[in-house]
């Protein structure tokens, strides 16, 4: 049994930063990794950027170079989000890869992020 809570979303400007943040809780094992994802309605939920236990990255080739994924501790994780574009509009979810589990199957609230003018 796995919470995740996700925060740090909102409304900005094309070219605005935001940071969301993820705090993982419960009866938690050894995490290996923790994830960032993100849903636009009507479309598929789709990773954005991951991290390792031992620190290596992965980015979505759409959000290389503006987003950057951080794990700061061994429960909470979170995704400096720069030079956003109206296409980032989406709602985001965080998750954990648990060693002897995988990927969470549930997810949480998760935090939405609108990109407008």
């Known amino acids: 049994q796995v919470q995740l809570v996700e925060s740090g979303g909102g409304l900005v400007q094309p070219g605005g930063s935001l940071r969301l943040s993820c705090a993982a809780s419960g009866s938690i094992g050894s995490i290996s990794a923790m994830g960032w994802y993100r849903q636009a309605p009507g479309k598929q939920r789709e990773l954005v950027a991951q991290?390792?236990?031992?620190?290596?990255t992965d980015y979505a080739a759409s959000v290389k170079g503006r987003f950057t994924i951080s794990r700061d501790n061994a429960k909470m994780v979170s995704l400096q989000m720069n030079s956003l574009k109206p296409e980032d509009t989406a709602v985001y979810y965080c998750n954990v890869y648990l060693r002897y589990q995988g990927w969470q199957g549930s997810w949480g609230q998760g935090t939405q992020v609108t990109v407008s003018s």
């Open positions: 991290v390792t236990s031992g620190g290596s």
